[in-house]
């Protein structure tokens, strides 16, 4: 064997024990790079041109648009989890579902499928979610096994339901692959985040019904694991109010929705959608957390100002000085710009509202600080592969991937495998920028859908977070968990769900258009 | 005149890099902490304090650069969508779309570049925990001080090496926006690079100045100032 293939590999092997060690991750893989391609340039088999074009790479990453929507999700994801919006969707969905059994589960899977759209960090949504309903799930009397499975399966759903984080870094690493293996000679088309949206739209959807499903059977074949509530809590407290239910349930709901709703209509690109997620997140934590009536009838409506702003902006000509200027046409302009003003002073509204309990400064810096543990793991891996690449390791994945036995679906499956043993240790976002530009070029020449590709590598690595005894979502769990609750009963709930995700990921292999079909409408 | 100018930056450029050279072994006071922690120790927690402070205020900028990037993003779409206008004409002063874009990207990059060390510094970097639990404080402290000179160092100072002919020459020229009417500022844009790696690199020294003092302690009083409370995990 060749040295560099020997280096190669070598530089592999020592970045995953050097992983173990517990720096951070971005920068171990950059350093092990660094010190192999050292070690390369003395052996002469190593370009320095390779090193040289990092400053190149990382400038890349700032001008890139698409990646700008990863800061503004994240504060939307923070902000309704800080204002407590996060929270009280999970008390009024468990208190709606109250009467029903396992109501409670079944709100603990909605509202992490609506979380879900925001946040899309493994940790996040399972910390929140164990956080809030693990204490009332047990003091309702279900099985500590049913109430962590369920928890840990639903903090993963924000993985794979839109608008995820990490579907917009997939989206971004598999249309970078994909305009690899279209340089190599194979043409396909163009993978957008939008793409990635829609296909991963409906194996969401459908994992969030197999797991109701999951539940409901579960309370008819063991209704003693989750007792329903006749008397315990609900009593004490006086009834929903109707304006509850439609501020705490229908705002976030409509917010999410419309966010997602206008990437898959086309209205807006993803970038656009998040930073009217995140407006729209700022201004119903200020309309939440507001001391005074003034304030939140003033914030409420700003709400409505960008309602009909969106409205009028589709449907009206609302150009200043346009070429046909009659009164009404003035006057709409006019209407429109005391919409912009009352919007703006909302906004203001809101941020002082936030900053006045201490909850601003708090919010953006966990906000800046993910997006910059996300943007230094971009960093690290492209070093990594830069250097793996400079040592033709690109050319030794794809003859691996080519001997595999079995052609297109040998290597699709040795490939999961492989990212299935590496979620045990590595979170989504670092895989996706390691493994996915070697991997994905030659499964998309071996003629493998980019977009079914990614959304089954979504479905899987979900499916890796959940499996004991190294899933990312039951470290968390376990961490955030009353020490009441046995590790092994975490892990033995964990296993039924899991049994559920590989049925959702035979499905989406035996039937590629759950992934492709709606793409396909979206882009026409 | 420009290109006087130009000169005088570059110059300046190279005098920072002496500095940088001169500095460079400020990077083995960790070790050297190690060696002679009776002088040392106490420079090395002021030091290491004040660090800190720089990635605080970085961590600021970072902050404020979030709300405006929020709020601008919404303007920009209310200009394009509403109002249908591509500049905003205030008298004599006409920005364009291209530059309220690039003012965007600013923001965006000086967000996650800035808050990058201080991220460092509050453990809000993934790491792989699976041994981690176990090792603890000293083994801890020692990953993260071999880690620190290992990794971190090399990797951030290539970014200062890597970057230098490269950025000299957009000084040079005060390279502007590959847009016709955008930011005049690209080689400022590019700047903000070595910056974060600098950034990095003070903040490294501050960690693994706090790692050595833990080592210095010995096994059975390890300081409870360490960072290693349970992390506030990254979302």
């Known amino acids: 064997m060749e040295i560099e293939a020997l280096l190669a590999i070598a530089m592999f092997a020592c970045a995953i024990v050097a992983l173990l060690g517990g720096f951070p991750v971005a920068l171990t893989l950059a350093g092990t790079a660094l010190i192999f391609a050292l070690i390369g340039i003395s052996l002469n088999v190593f370009s320095p041109i390779f090193l040289n074009v990092l400053p190149q790479r990382i400038l890349g990453q700032m001008e890139n648009q698409v990646l700008l929507a990863v800061p503004l999700f994240v504060i939307m994801g923070v902000v309704l989890e800080r204002s407590r919006v996060a929270e009280d969707l999970l008390h009024i969905a468990s208190r709606l579902l109250v009467r029903v059994r396992g109501g409670l589960g079944y709100a603990v899977i909605l509202v992490g499928a609506l979380l879900a759209a925001s946040t899309g960090i493994v940790g996040a949504t399972v910390i929140s979610m164990t956080l809030i309903a693990l204490p009332t799930m047990l003091k309702q009397g279900y099985s500590p096994r049913i109430a962590t499975g369920t928890i840990a399966a639903a903090g993963t759903l924000g993985q794979i339901i839109p608008p995820s984080i990490v579907l917009i870094l997939l989206a971004d690493a598999i249309s970078n692959a994909n305009q690899a293996a279209s340089g190599a000679g194979h043409v396909t088309g163009v993978v957008s985040v939008g793409d990635l949206f829609a ?41 929903l109010r109707a304006s509850e239910v439609i501020f705490g349930l229908g705002a976030p709901l409509l917010l ?269 | 005149m420009t290109s006087e100018l130009a000169q005088t930056f570059l110059q300046l450029g190279g005098a920072l890099e002496w500095a940088g050279l001169v500095a460079a072994p400020l990077l083995l006071l960790p070790l050297a902490t190690l060696a002679f922690p009776g002088p040392l120790g106490g420079v090395a927690a002021r030091l290491a304090a004040v660090i800190d402070r720089i990635s605080g205020a970085a961590l600021s900028i970072a902050i404020w650069s979030g709300i405006g990037l929020v709020l601008l993003q919404v303007a920009i779409i209310v200009l394009r969508f509403v109002f249908r206008v591509t500049a905003i004409d205030i008298g004599p002063v006409s920005i364009a779309s291209p530059a309220l874009n690039d003012l965007l990207l600013y923001l965006f990059a000086i967000g996650f570049l800035f808050a990058s060390a201080s991220a460092l510094r509050d453990d809000g970097h993934v790491r792989v925990d699976i041994l981690r639990e176990q090792m603890g404080p000293r083994g801890r402290a020692l990953a993260d001080f071999i880690g620190t000179h290992l990794f971190l160092f090399p990797v951030m100072i290539l970014v200062l090496l890597a970057s230098r002919g490269w950025l000299a020459q957009s000084w040079r020229i005060f390279e502007g926006s590959r847009e016709a009417s955008g930011l005049p500022t690209y080689f400022l844009f590019k700047t903000l690079i070595p910056a974060f790696a600098l950034l990095l690199i003070l903040q490294g020294l501050a960690n693994a100045l706090r790692a050595a003092a833990i080592l210095r302690a010995g096994p059975t009083d390890a300081p409870s100032s360490t960072r290693s409370a349970p992390r506030t995990p990254a979302l």
């Open chain 1, 199 to 239: 296909g991963a739209l409906i194996p969401g959807l459908m994992l969030v019904g197999i797991y109701l499903g999951y539940i409901a059977v579960m309370s008819i074949v063991r209704p003693s694991s989750m007792p329903r509530t006749d008397a315990v809590s609900d009593i004490d407290l006086p009834p």
């Open chain 1, 256 to 524: 999410i929705l419309s966010v997602l709703g206008s990437i898959l209509g086309g209205l807006a690109s993803p970038t656009e959608a998040s930073a009217i997620g995140a407006m729209g997140a700022i201004l119903l934590a200020g309309a939440r957390l507001a001391s005074t009536n003034a304030t939140r009838r003033l914030i409420l409506t700003g709400l409505l100002c960008a309602g009909a702003l969106a409205l009028m902006g589709a449907n009206l000509d609302l150009r200043f000085g346009g070429a046909a200027t009659g009164f009404g046409q003035t006057l709409a302009t006019a209407f429109a710009a005391l919409l912009c003003l009352l919007l703006l002073a909302a906004a203001i509204a809101a941020l002082r509202v936030l900053a006045r309990v201490g909850q601003l400064e708090p919010a953006f810096r966990s906000a800046m600080q993910i997006t910059a543990m996300v943007f230094l793991i971009l960093i690290g891996a492209a070093l990594f592969s830069l250097v793996f690449r400079g040592f033709g390791g690109d050319d030794l994945v794809m003859e691996l991937l080519h001997a595999i036995p079995g052609g297109k679906w040998g290597a699709l499956v040795a490939t999961m495998l492989v990212m299935f043993v590496l979620g045990f240790f590595l979170d989504f976002i670092e895989i996706v920028y390691v493994v996915v530009p070697l991997v994905a070029p030659p499964l998309i020449m071996l003629g493998v859908d980019p977009i079914w590709l990614a959304i089954l590598m979504a479905l899987n690595l979900q499916t890796s977070f959940l499996t004991p005894p190294f899933g990312f979502a039951l470290f968390y769990l376990r961490g955030a968990a009353p020490d009441g609750v046995r590790t092994i009963d975490i892990w033995q709930g964990a296993l039924p769900f899991i049994g559920l995700q590989v049925i959702m990921i035979l499905l989406v292999a035996a039937i590629p258009s759950l992934a492709t079909w709606l793409p396909a409408i979206a882009s026409r």
